[in-house]
Each structure stands twice: as structure tokens, then as C-alpha cells.
């Protein structure tokens, strides 16, 4: 309970785990970027957030945007193989504890000193599941993704995330099979040409 | 790493090994070639980062598309068939008319439920008057609490009741916006606030308000409810016990 006796995010958060599936088939669903996955996780855990992030002064978009966070780096844990589904039953309370230390981190930004945090205590936590280099690596994933060219976006985005193959692609853009192998190992070279250079400026640089 | 182009087969074998799509003989080929060759090695590292820099995108544009969902559901439903004939609709809406009646009947609603939604009616908030007194903040939430904003309103009351700015009036106030935000258990201890007041002129409503959450939490417990003679919503609430217990 918390000091005014209403449930405890964790109480909620119990009550969310009941929705979702074993962990064996969310690991493999979010290894699959399968959409009802993320679906069912967002719709068994998001509350829990919400409910902190809005008793803590945010709002609503606050709270989605620190679920959108926790949900990208529970994916590239899923996707590291950092995810030990033998322990950890359910993503619930990983969810919940990256987003909320995602929050303080904001709450306790210049532009939010005057918010008023109501659970001290349990908030001082850390989330030690959470590997230090994965709020880096996320943002490196996020300015590799921003060089791509709308073509790109949309030949990759349907062969490594929708996971369609060639053919398919090529009968919904209206060309060749061949046409989009080639764009897609061209998109991918240039993003390892970007790559190269950067670190070939680093190299120099230092 | 190599610095020159990547040939596409070795890319292409690379993506296959990413993306699990060797099977067990090339998989351990490909391993053993690895093994001995440094560079092969950090050119699987860049593609696999590259291959999720894509899918990362995608995972964040469903969630955005999941969270968009609840807003963009009335826009997706006026959308269809506006060319269709004045028959087709009519056999449509009989089709629709007669499952809704069947998934009506399977699925309606427990009484508790039933009797909840007949009897609860969002409170009409208070008359906004807005000056430039100390009361601003508070008429600023009641503005967003008239106006169905509840998430902006529970946010700015809860900051003033934080601030040692408490009131019967604030605690009922917040425990409505919270109630319409169906946060059950934050209206309670709100609603609970205002009974701390003694003489609260919001306490019959607060009373009220307690009932029908529990109503809907737990119908078992309100049959056992004790109701005060003197409240304005006495006879509403024996309604709703003798329409549980019939």
C-alpha cells in the first residue's frame, strides 16, 4: 500500500500477469516481432505503467512514450538472448521497473524538478536485469534506421520485420522479385558504407 | 572488418545465418567458418545490428499503432461501403441486427454490472469561475474535468492535494475523474478522503459513489450495505439491493 492506502503498482501489476501467455511463447512471439504479441504484452502491462507515470505527474502520451521505451529494450534483451525465461515468468515487473526508472530519469530533469514523486522507496530500485549499454545501443539502432531512404524503409521494413518474403514484396510493389533482392542488398550496403565511414572518421579522429 | 564491398552471397549467407534460416549442417558450416575468420565474424555483428535498427522501427511503429488503436476505432468504422445498394444494407443490417441479439444475449452483462452502468452517470463537475485567485488551479482542472480531459484533471488536483491544498470538494473531484478513469481503487481512497470532512457537504455523494464501486467490485458486499435513511440517495440504493436479491 502506498502512504494514502490505495493498491500499490505492484498489486496491479500482479493483476496484469494473469492476462498474458507463458513465457515461452511471448520470448518467441517477440523474437518473431509477432504483432499479437506485442499487442497482448501492451494490453497486460500498459495500465500498470500508466497508473504510475499519471500518480506521478505525467499523462497519458508520458506514459506511453515510457512504455514504448521499456517495451524496446525488453525486445532487444528478448533478441540478445539476455532474457532468461527460466526465471523470469512473465514481463510484467521487468516492463514496469524499466519504465519507471525511465520516468524518474525525467522526473528528475531540469524541466521537471517541481513534480512530485509519490513512491520514493520503491522507485530508488534499480532495474538490474537492464544491461548499461542498452539505452545506448537503442539509440544507435534508432540513428541507423534514420539514414534509410523511404524505399528503404519499405522493402526492409517488410523483409526483417514483417518477415515477408521476396515474392511477396515484389507483388505488392508491383516489380520483379530480382528488383527488390537487389534493393534490398543496396539499402544494406549503404547503410555499411555509413557505418564503415563513421568509423573510419573515428579511427582517424582519434 | 573488411573495408571493401561485401559480395551479396556472403551478405545474403550472413542474413540467412541471422535470421535463423539455415538449417542445422549450413548453420554449423557457417560457424566453423567464422571461427577462423575475424572479419566474417564482425561483418555478422554489423548486419545483425543493421537487420535490428529495422526491426526495432517496426516494433516501435506497432506500439504507436496499438496505442493510436482506442482513437482511431470510430474513424475506421464510418469508413465502409457508402457505394452499396439500399438492399444490401438492409440484409447487412439484419445480419448485424441478429448476431448482435445473439452476442447480446451470451454476452451481456452480469447484473452487478448491469445495475452499475444504469445508476452511475458522470458527475456535471462544478460552475467554473475563473479568476486570478488562489482557486485558479483548481477551476483549471474542473474546466478539463467538465470538458472529459479526467487524465489532465486527476494530474492537477493530485499536484494540489500533494501541495497541503486538500478539500472535501478537491478529494470528491478527484475521485470522479478518477472513477470515469475507471481506476476503481484511486476513486475509493478518494471518495474515503471526503468522509474525513466531517459535515462534508459532498459526503452523501461520496457515499453514493462508494456504493456503486463497490456495487461493481463485489456484489456480494454491497447486499450487506447500510444505508443511511437520511441520504438523498437512499431509495436509489434500495432499488439497487432489491434488484439484486430478486
Known amino acids: ?206 | 572488418m573488411r573495408t571493401g564491398p561485401l559480395d551479396r552471397d556472403t551478405f545474403e549467407a550472413i542474413e540467412a545465418y541471422v535470421l535463423g534460416r539455415m538449417d542445422k549442417e549450413e548453420c554449423r558450416r557457417f560457424e566453423e567458418r567464422m571461427r577462423h575468420d575475424q572479419a566474417l565474424q564482425q561483418e555478422v555483428q554489423l548486419e545483425r545490428e543493421h537487420i535490428h535498427a529495422v526491426e526495432l522501427a517496426g516494433v516501435v511503429r506497432q506500439i504507436d499503432r496499438i496505442a493510436g488503436s482506442d482513437n482511431s476505432d470510430e474513424a475506421e468504422s464510418g469508413r465502409d461501403g457508402v457505394t452499396r445498394s439500399p438492399m444490401r444494407w438492409l440484409a447487412y443490417a439484419a445480419a448485424v441486427a441478429v448476431v448482435f441479439t445473439v452476442a447480446w444475449y451470451l454476452l451481456r452483462p452480469p447484473l452487478h454490472e448491469q445495475l452499475y452502468a444504469e445508476f452511475h452517470s458522470p458527475d456535471p463537475g462544478l460552475p467554473v469561475t475563473m479568476g486570478a485567485d488562489r482557486n485558479y488551479e483548481f477551476q483549471d482542472a474542473m474546466t478539463d474535468f467538465k470538458m472529459g480531459r479526467y487524465p489532465e484533471a486527476v494530474n492537477k488536483w493530485s499536484d494540489l492535494q500533494a501541495n497541503g491544498e486538500g478539500s472535501d470538494t478537491l478529494s470528491f473531484y478527484l475521485g470522479c475523474a478518477y472513477l470515469e478513469l475507471d481506476e476503481q481503487a484511486m476513486a475509493k481512497q478518494a471518495f474515503h478522503q471526503v468522509r474525513e470532512f466531517p459535515g462534508s457537504g459532498f459526503h452523501y455523494k461520496a457515499d453514493w459513489s462508494l456504493f456503486l464501486i463497490t456495487l461493481r467490485e463485489d456484489p456480494n458486499a454491497v447486499a450487506s450495505w447500510s444505508v443511511d435513511p437520511a441520504s438523498p440517495y437512499a431509495d436509489r440504493m434500495r432499488t439497487v439491493l432489491q434488484r439484486l436479491s430478486e
Open chain 1, 1 to 206: 500500500m502506498d502512504r494514502s492506502g490505495a493498491a500499490t503498482p505492484e498489486i496491479v501489476l500482479a493483476t496484469a500477469v494473469k492476462h498474458t501467455t507463458t513465457s515461452k511463447t511471448w520470448v518467441d512471439g517477440l523474437r518473431r516481432n509477432d504483432t499479437s504479441t506485442i499487442r497482448s504484452i501492451y494490453d497486460a502491462h500498459f495500465p500498470a505503467v500508466r497508473q504510475y507515470v499519471l500518480k506521478n505527474s505525467g499523462t497519458r502520451d508520458d506514459a506511453k512514450d515510457m512504455f514504448q521505451e521499456a517495451m524496446s529494450v525488453l525486445w532487444l534483451a528478448v533478441k540478445d538472448g539476455r532474457f532468461d525465461t527460466n526465471v523470469q515468468e512473465d514481463p510484467g515487473g521487468f516492463l514496469y521497473r524499466v519504465a519507471r526508472n525511465k520516468w524518474l530519469d525525467q522526473v528528475r530533469s531540469a524541466a521537471h524538478k517541481h513534480m512530485k514523486v509519490v513512491h520514493d522507496e520503491r522507485t530508488l530500485e534499480q532495474t538490474s536485469e537492464l544491461p548499461d549499454d542498452l539505452d545506448d545501443r537503442l539509440g544507435r539502432l534508432r540513428e541507423i534506421y534514420a539514414t534509410l531512404d523511404d524505399r528503404c524503409r519499405t522493402v526492409l521494413d517488410r523483409f526483417y520485420f514483417e518477415r515477408k518474403d521476396l515474392a511477396t514484396i515484389a507483388a505488392e510493389m508491383g516489380v520483379e522479385e530480382e528488383s527488390i533482392r537487389t534493393i534490398k542488398y543496396r539499402c544494406m550496403m549503404k547503410l555499411r558504407a555509413h557505418r564503415l565511414s563513421i568509423a573510419g572518421e573515428e579511427g582517424t579522429a582519434s
